[in-house]
């Protein structure tokens, strides 16, 4: 325990002058950042290399969800016509597909999220969802705001919705309360400072949670939010690269309505498939959607 908090106290250091003036993240030199996560990962217990699904406890209801595809044209190929306005969505349990706030929404929707940044690919990926008119959900790391902190604040200002994905990336599950704490709230604390709201999500390394951790979220006012398709961009990956069109067959091969899609922002090859994924998605009818 001394130890972790001894490698805390030196990791964190919030509200010093960086980001443009509001909040930033230190860490230590030579701490080199965890690769990319498996969603098998520590702590999985339903989840293979084959399906891509989290770990983790047993999920809620299966949920629903189809629609037919609209007229509209965007970069990305044919996109569906918007949404009815007033409609959110949702995992309708850990780990399961986007359902909509209003059950009479027959529509298929999909869910990008980036995992383990902001990296040098960051820039990248934003790049391929601006020009496609989408916006994703980033579940940042604290070693990846320390290291491109100004990306934090350029997620957010794009329009996309910053999440929480620990400080440094361990399996949540081996830590207690306290130590869950501190790899939680020095990101509360920036993505508070960057949006002027605290953030609502969470996303386990690994995709691995117990009934401690789900009480420490509770209490810090966070939701868990899982993924429903692998994608499987840490996959097969040689010398660090994987071919983005492999990628898009992989998440082609698990995708269903409301599709909760895990990539990592932290692969080039992954950088190279997002307009590729939103292109192969919006051919099916797909819109995409990120959480309210």
Same mark, same amino acid.
């Given at each position: ?15 010093? #002058? ?19 996560? *498996? ?22 209801? *299966? @949920? $629903? ?9 965007? @970069?990305?190929?044919? $996109?569906?016509?918007?949404? @009815? ?5 949702? #995992?309708?349990?850990?780990? %399961? ?14 869910? !990008? ?12 990926? !934003? ?8 916006? /994703?959900?980033? &579940?940042?790391?604290? %070693? ?37 704490? /501190? ?5 509360? *604390? ?9 953030? =609502?999500? &969470? ?5 691995? %949670? ?6 420490? +979220? ?23 690269? =994987? ?5 898009? /067959?992989?998440? +082609? ?9 895990? /990539?990592?922002?932290?692969? =080039? ?5 997002? @307009? +590729?994924?939103?292109?192969? +998605?919006?051919?099916?009818?797909? *819109? ?5």
């Amino acid at each position: 325990m001394k130890k972790r908090w001894v490698a805390m106290a030196l990791l964190v250091s919030v509200l010093v #002058p960086g980001c443009g003036g509001g909040t930033s993240i230190q860490t230590p030199s030579g701490t080199t950042p965890p690769a990319a996560e *498996d969603p098998a990962g520590p702590g999985s217990q339903d989840s293979g290399p084959g399906n891509g699904e989290p770990g983790g406890q047993a999920g809620a209801e *299966d @949920p $629903a969800g189809s629609a037919d595809p609209g007229e509209a044209v965007g @970069p990305g190929g044919p $996109a569906p016509d918007p949404a @009815p306005p007033n409609v959110t969505w949702k #995992p309708s349990g850990i780990g %399961y597909p986007l359902v909509p706030s209003d059950p009479s929404v027959d529509r298929k929707v999909a869910m !990008l999220t980036f995992d383990d940044g902001p990296s040098a690919y960051t820039p990248q990926v !934003l790049a391929g969802l601006r020009e496609a008119g989408v916006k /994703a959900v980033f &579940f940042i790391t604290g %070693y990846g705001a320390a290291q491109h902190p100004e990306l934090v604040r350029r997620i957010h200002e794009e329009g996309h919705l910053l999440g929480i994905h620990t400080m440094t990336h361990p399996n949540m599950t081996e830590l207690s309360r306290e130590e869950q704490i /501190a790899e939680i709230q020095p990101l509360i *604390d920036l993505i508070t400072e960057v949006t002027g709201q605290p953030p =609502k999500y &969470f996303r386990p390394p690994y995709g691995a %949670y117990n009934d401690q951790l789900l009480a420490t +979220l509770d209490e810090l006012g966070l939701e868990l939010i899982n993924w429903s398709n692998g994608s499987l961009d840490w996959d097969g990956v040689v010398d660090g690269y =994987k071919d983005p069109n492999q990628v898009v /067959a992989d998440v +082609l091969d698990q995708l269903h309505p409301g599709a909760v899609i895990l /990539a990592h922002d932290t692969m =080039k090859h992954t950088a190279e498939a997002v @307009p +590729l994924i939103i292109q192969a +998605l919006r051919a099916e009818g797909y *819109d995409f959607v990120v959480l309210p």
